[in-house]
């Protein structure tokens, strides 16, 4: 895949801080809809992850904040996945402003918990192989 999924998101003035700044929270919450995004495009529904017994699970979460967001913004966030071959894998996020300016980095570290079991399962990757209609957007 050439250029990474992204979906626009538009700051929210309720979103703000008293500085006027998207506040630390919310950074979290674009990221989560960034990748809810891919996986709905990805034919991965909530539905479907249930039916196969699994659950995404967050592992780690570091943001690295570039430049300031403030309530207009139209803020693009990418999502990619990068698979280890382990139990876990990374999704690399970006959230850049309409004008390009690079305002924020997420780097996040994710599994599939088997829902019975109440552990990680081995290989995220074939299961996400298995029920995608979009391989390409897990980076397939």
Request: aromatic share 8%; proline share 3%.
């Amino acid at each position: 895949m050439s250029e990474p999924y992204s979906v626009r998101v538009t700051v929210r003035g309720y979103e703000t801080d008293v500085q006027g700044h998207l506040n630390q929270a919310v950074y979290i919450n674009y990221a989560e809809h960034a990748r809810w995004s891919l996986l709905q495009r990805a034919g991965v529904s909530q539905t479907r992850l249930i039916g196969r017994g699994v659950g995404p699970v967050a592992l780690e979460t570091t943001i690295r904040y570039k430049r300031e967001l403030v309530a207009g913004d139209e803020v693009d966030v990418t999502c990619e996945f990068e698979w280890s071959g382990g139990k876990t894998f990374r999704i690399l996020q970006k959230m850049t402003k309409a004008d390009g300016t690079l305002a924020a980095e997420v780097d996040a570290v994710g599994g599939l918990l088997d829902l019975k079991a109440r552990k990680l399962v081995a290989d995220p990757r074939e299961i996400f192989e298995e029920i995608t209609s979009a391989p390409e957007l897990f980076g397939f």
